[in-house]
């Protein structure tokens, strides 16, 4: 009896509020557990849906009514992702980039792709399936491998930008592809021919482009500063959301799709001066409906057709993140990258993607293929992306076993090595500066400006092409690997500063730095204050800490605008 007024209360609750509670609570203790274990939270909303799916608990709140507003609101958080790539879309970044992105991202695909569509042809698929098969399989999960990739501290090693540079790709690709993605999805009474359809699509995509530019030039800029002149949050908030969901409502009536539509959203105002205050602004909105769209995803699996269906998953999921490492790796050491970092450029793009999951959704829809190809498809790209982070970890320890193994032995990547080793055999008196990034060029231009003669080691292929075009004196090279310090003329250097901050790399090339000249002075850099320590124990003469100069400078900052 004393529970009859909690039992009539819930009786009125709408079922769909009582799921989303359900789902965020699931959500929150889930991905406690997960990042307590360093697992990526993306594999916590999925298994939150996946448990919600098979607990019985979705039939009580209504089932399928509120799963389908779920998924509906799973759509926004799509769109929201497809805003914040447009936004965040750097023409700069991708210039910097391009010969990474567009031949390594376009072989990336191209092989990915052919291979899927074989897999697909050969299991009998229509031509559409496997075509939507194929760009699934060829995508990758950016979001939890560059996440993994900054947990690690490598996220300006060459490795990650690979990585990054693939994913820009990837984005540009799976916009143009979502523009014909309706032309591969079959629809009930639709008998016109290809060559009537692509022409109504051309039409109605200049039609788009018309409209998208005229806002992006006057309408939305307008907009903002009316907006903005009235100092309301809330009101600068209301009006991007409204600019990101008017274009792809928009996008949408020229069937050209939702996500299109806000794409070209967000690169609208993607130079705008209003740029990173939308992006604070959007994020947590995006984070929270992105995490519905996963979950809703997870809602979809049927453990009991999983557990008759393990061994394809299995199979799936190892021959998807295995073909895909081997290809990158392979396509990143063509490009120039030293053997351990095209490995983990590799492991870092061969799980399936959050794309991967929004293209095997419309083809459910449309019905390409059987419930169990669903459940397999679905189970091996969520199970691809909840490995990665741990592979991911693994990559660097297997690189050096590989190296030790006589992985890549001979297989120098090629410069202008002729000259170069004249002039490193020069050296004398010199300072070895390694790594090119912010710090080490202000760096090495001091000591230059200073007389005093350098040498860089750097592990970016394009950095060290500039650098030779500029005349400076650079190796190609790991300074975690011995055979770097044979070639640095250490014996007659007068000092090494290490300027990456990444403890582990130190910590190697101190113990090798050492072991061959107790004598020499060493600055490195520690990212962290409990690594200052760690390398001092290992001989290095002078530890600066990022932390620690923050805060001194944040401290000076400070003083100096009280005294003003």
């Not at 990915?112 to 995508?139: E, P």
Request: glycine fraction near 10%; proline fraction near 3%.
């Amino acid at each position: 009896m004393m529970f009859a007024p909690i039992i009539s209360a819930a009786a009125t609750i709408p079922p769909l509020f009582a799921l989303l509670a359900l789902m965020l609570a699931g959500v929150v203790l889930v991905s406690l557990l997960l990042l307590r274990l360093r697992q990526s939270m993306l594999a916590g909303y999925f298994l939150c849906g996946v448990i919600i799916a098979n607990s019985g608990v979705l039939d009580l709140l209504g089932g399928g009514e509120s799963h389908e507003r779920v998924s509906q609101m799973a759509e926004f958080g799509v769109i929201l992702l497809m805003f914040t790539l447009g936004l965040e879309f750097s023409l700069g970044e991708l210039r910097f980039l391009r010969r990474l992105a567009f031949v390594g991202g376009g072989w990336q695909m191209g092989l990915c792709m052919t291979a899927a569509a074989t897999g697909a042809a050969m299991l009998h698929f229509s031509w559409q399936g496997a075509v939507l098969l194929a760009v699934a399989m060829a995508m990758s999960s950016t979001a939890v491998s560059l996440k993994s990739f900054q947990d690690l501290g490598l996220e300006a090693s060459p490795g990650a930008r690979m990585t990054l540079a693939v994913a820009i790709f990837q984005d540009l690709f799976v916009i143009v592809f979502f523009m014909f993605m309706p032309l591969l999805l079959p629809h009930e009474g639709e008998n016109e021919a290809l060559l009537p359809r692509l022409g109504s699509l051309a039409l109605r995509g200049g039609v788009f482009v018309l409209l998208s530019g005229a806002a992006a030039r006057w309408g939305i800029p307008w907009v903002l500063n009316a907006v903005t002149k009235t100092r309301s949050r809330e009101l600068f908030t209301l009006s991007v959301i409204g600019c990101c969901v008017g274009l792809a409502f928009i996008g949408g009536l020229l069937g050209l799709g939702l996500a299109l539509g806000a794409f070209i959203a967000g690169l609208a105002v993607s130079e705008s001066i209003f740029k990173h205050r939308i992006l604070s602004d959007v994020m947590p909105l995006k984070d929270l409906f992105l995490t519905l769209f996963f979950v809703s995803v997870g809602l979809m699996i049927d453990l009991k057709a999983v557990a008759q269906l393990w061994q394809p998953i299995l199979g799936l999921t190892s021959a998807l993140m295995i073909i895909k490492a081997v290809f990158v790796t392979v396509i990143a050491r063509q490009l120039g990258l030293p053997h351990r970092q095209a490995l983990m450029a590799g492991i870092g793009l061969c799980s399936a993607g959050e794309f991967s999951l929004v293209v095997l959704q419309n083809a459910s829809s449309a019905r390409l293929w059987d419930a169990h190809t669903q459940q397999t498809l679905l189970a091996s790209c969520a199970l691809s992306m909840g490995l990665l982070p741990a592979l991911l970890k693994l990559g660097l320890p297997l690189g050096e076993w590989l190296v030790r193994h006589g992985w890549g032995r001979g297989k120098p990547v090629k410069f202008d090595a002729g000259s170069l080793r004249q002039r490193v055999a020069g050296l004398s008196n010199h300072a070895i500066v390694c790594g090119h990034g912010p710090v080490g060029e202000k760096l090495n231009k001091a000591l230059l400006d200073s007389g005093v003669p350098t040498l860089v080691v750097e592990l970016n292929a394009e950095t060290v092409h500039e650098l030779q075009r500029h005349g400076q004196v650079v190796l190609f090279a790991d300074a975690s690997h011995e055979e770097t310090w044979d070639l640095t003329q250490l014996k007659r250097a007068r000092m090494v500063a290490l300027t990456f901050p990444d403890a582990t790399v130190n910590a190697q090339a101190l113990a090798i730095i050492r072991e061959q000249r107790p004598d020499i002075a060493v600055l490195a850099r520690a990212r962290f204050s409990s690594d200052v320590d760690r390398l001092k124990r290992l001989g290095a003469t002078l530890v600066v800490n990022d932390e620690t100069e923050a805060a001194r400078s944040i401290v000076e900052q400070a003083q100096t605008l009280q005294g003003a």
